[in-house]
C-alpha cells in the first residue's frame, strides 16, 4: 500500500462524516515501514505474551472440562463422548476447530492455545479498527489497552467460547465501519457473516446482532442506508441457521430444546448489578473513565463512530444485566469497543505533541517551553500509564493462585486437574465418583476419565442444566453400590455448605477412607501451609 | 482469606485428614500356596445354567434344535427370551425335578409342569445380557464356568450343606439336633488358624434351624451353619457369622478374613422380582472387593444353589462319590482369573471347598471334595495381577443422550458448518479484494502524477 493510497482511507472516513475524526499528523517515522510495523507489532507481542504464558499452570475448570470435552469427543475420544455430549447447549464451531488442535496435540495446551489465539487475533483487529475509526495512534492505544486487559486476557487464556465470539464480533464491527464508506453490500454481507461465526462460537452473539441493527436503524449513515441491512442479517441467519440444523442432522434436538426451556426458565444466577460490581475492575477503572470522557467531551457532536461503539456497548450490556443468567465472561465483547473509545482522548492528546492544543485548552497557562517538552510525551505516557494500571492485575491474576475458591470463569479449579489424573492412574475402570457440585464433577470426569455425580444437581427440572444428572437419593446410591468413592472439594463447600455437610455424613456413615488428598499451599501465621482442597473417600455400603 | 480462616482450614483438612486415615490391613490369615490370600464365595438362589447363559456366545448353551415335547402330542416348546418378562417358577420340588431329568434324557422340562395340569412354557425361557448385565459382563472379563453342577438336583438345605460340608447326610432335611459333628470347612479353618467369616444378608440371629425347626425356607436353609448346635452355642464361632453388611465394613477397616462365604436372602435372584437385585448386590460385592485394597490378593465366586425347575440340557454326571444335580450359573472374578475365558472343567461347590483346602494346606471334608477339580484352572498366576475394571449393573437412570463423532448423522452437522464457514470466509475475502481492488485504482492516478 502506497503512503498516498493510506491518505485515502485515512480522509475517505471523514466524508459521511458531520465532524472531522482524530486527524493524524504524521512525522517521518510514522510514515517509515519501521514506524507503521514496529509499534502494532510490539503491541501484539505483549498481547501473545500475556496469553500465552504459563499457560497451563492451572488445570481446566468446570466451563473449559466442558468445551474441551466435547472438542475431545469430536476428535474421536470415546471415553469422553457419554460425559461431554458433542451437542450440548451450545454450537460447536469452537469445539470444532479445539477438535483439530486436539488431534494434532492432544495436550491442555492445544486447547487453549486455540482461544489464546483468538484472544491475540482480537487484539490485531481492534487495532485494525481504532485505526479505521480514529487514525492509527487510537488504533495502537485501542489494541494496547485490549492486550492487558485483565478481562480480556484472563477470558481469552481459557478454553470459553466467549474469547472467539468476541474476535469475530470485532471483525463484524469492523465490516460494519467499512460498509459505512465503502461498498456497502459487499461489506455489510461480510458483517452478516463475521456475525454468524460469532453466533457459531456462542449463540449469546445474537444480542450483538441487536446492537448492530439499533445502529444501522437509528444512525445509518454514509453510504450505508437501512435498504442494506436486510443483506447483512440475511447472511447472519444463514449462517447461524448452522446450530439449530446441525442440531436437527444430529438428531440431538431434544437436548437443545431442554437446554432452551431451562436457561429460559432457570432462576437468576447472579443479581441484577453483578456486572457494574465486578466488571469495573476487570475492565479497568481508568478505560472506562477515558470511554466516558471520549462521549462527554463530544457529547453535543456524537458521530456515527461513537453511536456505533456505543450501540455495540450499551445494548449486550442491557440485554445481560436483565437476563436471569450471568455470567463473568457474557460482556467480553463490548471490551474492544470500550477501548477504542478510550483510545479517542489519548489519540487526541498525541495530536497536540507538535504544541497545537485545541481551542477550548488554548487557554491553558501553559509555558512554550512546557507545551514543547510535554506535550510529545503526554499522550505515549497516558497510554503506558493507563495500561499498567491494566498490567498490574493481570500480571497478578495470570499467574497460577493460591486461593482455594473462585468466580466461575475467571480460571482453574485449585487442584482439579492433579486429582482428576489421580482418578485416572488409581481408580478401577467403571468405578463411579459422587461430588458436591457439578463445577468439580466436570473437571474430575474430564481428567479422570471416569463419571462423576454431583449432589447438588437439583431434581427439579427448571432448577438444573438438563445434561446433568440428579442423585435424588443418595444414602441409597452409595449403599446401592453406585458409587464407590466420595469427592469432598474446597468450592463446593465455600459456594454450597449444606452439600458439603451432606458429603461428609454420606462419608461417616459409609466407612469413608481418605485414598487421596490434594492440597494448595497457603500463607498463615505459622508459615505457608497446605490446605486440603479435594479429597477423595472410598466408601463402602 | 482472613488468617483465622486459614488456620481454621487448615485445622478442618488435617481433621478430616486424621478421621479418615487408611487402617492398617489386618492380618488375616496363614501362608498360600497361592497369591490368594482372600477367597469369597456368594451363594445364590435357583437358576440353571441355560436360564442364565444359554444364549451367552461360546458357552455350551442351547443345542441347535431343542424342543422339549409338552406331553405325549406332537406340540413342543423352544428356548425362548424372558426378556422385560416376569416370569416365575412356582411348585417345584423333588418328584418334578426328576421328571424332568428323566434319568438323564432332560426331556421332561415341559412334560413335568404339563402332567400337574400345569404350562411349563416358562421353564424353557431365557434370560440374557440386558437382564444380567453383571453376570455377563464378569463372564466376559472374568471366567464363566459352563459345566458346573449343583450338588443335588432338588434342596436348598442339602445342597447349602453340600456347600460347606461337601456332604448332606439326611438330604434336603436337617437332622433332628442339627449336623451335630458333620465337620465344615470353617472347621478346619479355624483349627489351622486361618481367619473366616460367614457372612448373612439380613441377619437375624435368632432366627436359627435348632430354635426354627424344619421350615426350608429360612434363613438357616440358606445358612447351615445355624443348624449347628456348635457354631451356635460356642460365642467364638458364633462370632464369626455377620450381617452383610460387616462384608463392606471388613473391606473400610482392612479386616477382610482370609475366607467368606456369603448367604444372600431377598437378592438371591430366585424369583423374577429379584433378578435386577440379584445383579446389583453382586456388583456392590464385586465392585467394592474391586476398590478395595485386597483386589490384588482375592477372589469372589459366586454361583446358583440349584436349578430350580429351569431348563439345561446336561444331564447330571455321575463321579465316584455320586451322582451331582443340575447344571448352575458359576462365576470366578480375580485380579488372576483368566480373562474371558469359559471354564468347562467339571466344577461344584465342592470345587472351591478344593481350592480352599490346597491353598491353604488343609485336609478334605469328604470324598466329595477330595476327588473334585479345584478351581485353579481358572486361574493364571504367572500373569501380574490385572487391574480391576468394574461390573455394570441394572440402569438406575437414563443415559445422556450423546451422538458419537463417528455417527454419520455427526458428520453431516460438521459437514454443514464447513461449507458454512467455508462460505463466510468467501464473503470476507470478496468483500477486501473488492475494496483492495478500488483503492488500487484510485491510488493509480495519484502514484502516475
Known amino acids: ?541 | 482469606m482472613s488468617r483465622f480462616r486459614k488456620l481454621a482450614a487448615l485445622a478442618a483438612g488435617c481433621a478430616l485428614l486424621a478421621v479418615n486415615a487408611p487402617a492398617a490391613d489386618a492380618a488375616s490369615g496363614s501362608a498360600t500356596t497361592t497369591p490368594i490370600k482372600h477367597f469369597i464365595y456368594l451363594m445364590q438362589g435357583a437358576r440353571s445354567f441355560d436360564d442364565y447363559f444359554g444364549s451367552y456366545p461360546g458357552a455350551d448353551g442351547f443345542p441347535a434344535g431343542e424342543c422339549q415335547k409338552v406331553g405325549s402330542g406332537s406340540g413342543c416348546v423352544r428356548p425362548h427370551s424372558l426378556d422385560g418378562q416376569s416370569a416365575g417358577l412356582a411348585g417345584i420340588d423333588g418328584p418334578l425335578i426328576a421328571h424332568e431329568v428323566d434319568g438323564g434324557r432332560m426331556d421332561g422340562f415341559v412334560s413335568a409342569f404339563a402332567q400337574q395340569d400345569r404350562s411349563g412354557q416358562t421353564a424353557m425361557g431365557y434370560y440374557n445380557g440386558a437382564e444380567l448385565p453383571t453376570d455377563w459382563a464378569a463372564a466376559g472379563q472374568y471366567v464363566l464356568f459352563d459345566q458346573f453342577y449343583s450338588d443335588d438336583e432338588f434342596g436348598t438345605t442339602a445342597n447349602r450343606a453340600d456347600w460347606v460340608a461337601a456332604a448332606d447326610p439326611d438330604g434336603n432335611r436337617v437332622p433332628t439336633g442339627g449336623y451335630d459333628e458333620l465337620p465344615t470347612i470353617f472347621d478346619r479353618l479355624q483349627a489351622a488358624g486361618v481367619s473366616w467369616k460367614f457372612y448373612v444378608q439380613d441377619y437375624n440371629p435368632k432366627n436359627t434351624g435348632l430354635a426354627a425347626g424344619k421350615n426350608a425356607d429360612d434363613q438357616a436353609a440358606r445358612v447351615p451353619l445355624l443348624d449347628y448346635a456348635r457354631f451356635l452355642d460356642d460365642p467364638e464361632l458364633r462370632g464369626h457369622i455377620e450381617d452383610l453388611s460387616q462384608y463392606y465394613a471388613d473391606l473400610a477397616d482392612g479386616t477382610l478374613p482370609a475366607v467368606a462365604y456369603v448367604a444372600s436372602s431377598g437378592e438371591d435372584e430366585q424369583s423374577a422380582h429379584s433378578i435386577a437385585a440379584g445383579q446389583r448386590l453382586i456388583q456392590t460385592m464385586v465392585n467394592q472387593l474391586m476398590v478395595s485394597r485386597y483386589w490384588d490378593s482375592s477372589a469372589l465366586l459366586w454361583s446358583y444353589d440349584q436349578s430350580g425347575g429351569w431348563f439345561d440340557q446336561e444331564a447330571p454326571p455321575k463321579t465316584a462319590a455320586g451322582t451331582l444335580g443340575l447344571r448352575v450359573p458359576a462365576v470366578l472374578v480375580s485380579a488372576y482369573a483368566k480373562q474371558g475365558s469359559i471354564d468347562a472343567t467339571l466344577s461344584d461347590p465342592e470345587s472351591a471347598l478344593r481350592f480352599i483346602e490346597q491353598n491353604w494346606g488343609l485336609a478334605p471334608l469328604t470324598a466329595r471334595d477330595a476327588d473334585a477339580n479345584s478351581l485353579t484352572g481358572a486361574f493364571d498366576f504367572a500373569a501380574a495381577p490385572r487391574p480391576a475394571r468394574l461390573l455394570p449393573g441394572p440402569a438406575t437412570a437414563s443415559a445422556i443422550a450423546t451422538v458419537a463423532a463417528a455417527d454419520p448423522r455427526t458428520g453431516k452437522a460438521v459437514a454443514l458448518y464447513a461449507v458454512l464457514v467455508a462460505g463466510c470466509v468467501v464473503l470476507l475475502a470478496v468483500a477486501a479484494a473488492a475494496t483492495l481492488r478500488r483503492n488500487r485504482s484510485l491510488a493509480e492516478p495519484a502514484g502516475r502524477s
Request: hydrophobic residues 50%.
Open chain 1, 1 to 541: 500500500m502506497t503512503p498516498s493510497t493510506r491518505a485515502n482511507w485515512v480522509l475517505r472516513i471523514a466524508e459521511p462524516e458531520t465532524h472531522a475524526p482524530v486527524v493524524t499528523t504524521r512525522t517521518a517515522f510514522t510514515r517509515s515501514a519501521a514506524g507503521r510495523l514496529l509499534p502494532p507489532s510490539a503491541v501484539l507481542a505483549l498481547a501473545a505474551y500475556l496469553r500465552f504464558r504459563q499457560l497451563t499452570a492451572v488445570g481446566f475448570n468446570s466451563d473449559e472440562a466442558v468445551y474441551t470435552g466435547s472438542a475431545q469427543a469430536l476428535a474421536g475420544h470415546r471415553a469422553l463422548e457419554s460425559m461431554f455430549p458433542i451437542f450440548r447447549a451450545h454450537p460447536i464451531l469452537v469445539q470444532l476447530i479445539i477438535a483439530q488442535a486436539l488431534r494434532i496435540s492432544d495436550t491442555d495446551w492445544s486447547a487453549r492455545a486455540v482461544t489464546a489465539g483468538f484472544g491475540v487475533l482480537a487484539v490485531w483487529l481492534t487495532y485494525l479498527l481504532g485505526a479505521r475509526l480514529y487514525g492509527r495512534a487510537a488504533g495502537l492505544a485501542a489494541a494496547g489497552l485490549l492486550a492487558v486487559m485483565p478481562y480480556h486476557v484472563l477470558v481469552s487464556r481459557q478454553v470459553l467460547l466467549d474469547g472467539p465470539m468476541t474476535c469475530f464480533g470485532v471483525l463484524s464491527l469492523y465490516c460494519v465501519v467499512r460498509a459505512v464508506d465503502d461498498a456497502p453490500r459487499r461489506w455489510i454481507a461480510a458483517a452478516g457473516a463475521a456475525l454468524g461465526l460469532a453466533a457459531l462460537s456462542k449463540e449469546t452473539a445474537v444480542v450483538l446482532a441487536g446492537g448492530l441493527f439499533v445502529f444501522g436503524v437509528v444512525a445509518a449513515t454514509g453510504r450505508l442506508r437501512p435498504r442494506h441491512l436486510p443483506i447483512g442479517l440475511g447472511v447472519f441467519l444463514v449462517v447461524f441457521s448452522a446450530y439449530p440444523l446441525g442440531v436437527k442432522l444430529a438428531g440431538a434436538s431434544s437436548t437443545g430444546q431442554n437446554f432452551l426451556l431451562w436457561q429460559l426458565l432457570r432462576r437468576a444466577n447472579h443479581p441484577l448489578w453483578f456486572y457494574f460490581t465486578t466488571l469495573p475492575s476487570a475492565i479497568g477503572p481508568a478505560v472506562l473513565l477515558l470511554a466516558a470522557l471520549a462521549l462527554i467531551t463530544q457529547r453535543s457532536r456524537l458521530g456515527w463512530r461513537e453511536r456505533l461503539l456505543v450501540c455495540w456497548t450499551v445494548v449486550p450490556a442491557l440485554f445481560f444485566t436483565f437476563w436471569p443468567v450471568k455470567g463473568y465472561q457474557y460482556l467480553l465483547p463490548v471490551a474492544p469497543a470500550l477501548t477504542v473509545l478510550a483510545a479517542v482522548p489519548i489519540a487526541r492528546l498525541w495530536n497536540t505533541r507538535h504544541g497545537v492544543l485545541p481551542r477550548r485548552l488554548e487557554r491553558l497557562p501553559l509555558s512554550r517551553g512546557v507545551r514543547g517538552a510535554l506535550l510529545p510525551v503526554a499522550a505515549p505516557l497516558l497510554a503506558l500509564g493507563v495500561m499498567a494500571t491494566l498490567f498490574v492485575p493481570t500480571w497478578q491474576q495470570t499467574s497460577p493462585s493460591t486461593s482455594t475458591a473462585f468466580l466461575a470463569g475467571t480460571g482453574g479449579l485449585p487442584g482439579g486437574r492433579a486429582a482428576g489424573q489421580w482418578i485416572a492412574g488409581h481408580i478401577p475402570e467403571g468405578a463411579q465418583l459422587l461430588g458436591g457440585g457439578p463445577s468439580i464433577a466436570n473437571v474430575l470426569e474430564y481428567y479422570g476419565d471416569h463419571p462423576v455425580g454431583a449432589l447438588s444437581v437439583s431434581t427439579d427440572p427448571r432448577d438444573r442444566n438438563p445434561v446433568y444428572h440428579p442423585v435424588p437419593n443418595p444414602d441409597l446410591a452409595v449403599r446401592a453400590g453406585e458409587y464407590q468413592y466420595l469427592v469432598w472439594d474446597s468450592f463446593t463447600a465455600a459456594r454450597t455448605p449444606y452439600f458439603a455437610a451432606e458429603l461428609r455424613r454420606l462419608v461417616d456413615r459409609y466407612h469413608g477412607v481418605a485414598v487421596y488428598t490434594g492440597t494448595v499451599p497457603v500463607s498463615t501465621a505459622i508459615g505457608a501451609a497446605p490446605v486440603p482442597v479435594i479429597i477423595i473417600y472410598e466408601v463402602h455400603p
